[in-house]
């Protein structure tokens, strides 16, 4: 997993496919685009633009990936992203998806959070397991990018 801020970016220090998704993230003005999936090369690395609302963490299934890498970009708002290695103990509460690429643990060990105010993204890899749009205090709107990072493009 990586975890930093739009501003602070040095792409050199990524693999390129990452490197391309934090370029179209730090260049792109999402106040300015409708809600909905973006290609930045086609299939294998794409945008999702999502308007949600932050739930209570009780509320969100962990979730992992197996065929992509989640960068997810808060642009607005504030939320908390529950994080935790996927080492293979979690409940299963929703088997995996081939066609949606995700699989929901029912809980899991030792989870971290990561606090998400505007410009702070994460990189999660198909170990690390990721609750997102979690509440910070109280339920706010926010605005996030999440871009979807094909393994083959690492």
């Known amino acids: 997993m990586f975890f930093g801020h739009i501003s602070q970016v040095e792409e050199h220090l990524y693999p390129s496919a990452v490197a391309a998704a934090l370029d179209f993230l730090k260049n792109t003005d999402f106040d300015q685009l409708a809600a909905g999936r973006y290609p930045i090369k086609g299939d294998l690395i794409y945008a999702q633009v999502l308007d949600l609302e932050t739930q209570p963490k009780a509320q969100i299934l962990p979730e992992v990936h197996r065929r992509y890498l989640d960068v997810q970009y808060l642009h ?4 908390r992203i529950g994080v935790a290695l996927d080492c ?8 995996y998806d081939t066609e949606r690429d995700i699989l929901f643990y029912q809980d899991v060990d030792a989870e971290s959070e990561l606090v998400m105010r505007p410009g702070n993204f994460a990189v999660f ?3 690390d397991i990721h609750r997102p749009a979690c509440f910070d205090g109280e339920m706010a709107k ?11 493009e690492l």
């Not at 607005?76 to 939320?79: F, K, L, R, T």
């Not at 293979?88 to 088997?95: C, R, S, Y």
């Open 88 to 95: 293979g103990g979690n409940t299963v509460a929703k088997p």
């Open 142 to 152: 926010i605005r996030k990018v999440v871009v979807k990072i094909a393994v083959s």
């Open 125 to 127: 890899f198909p170990n």
């Open 76 to 79: 607005s708002g504030q939320e």
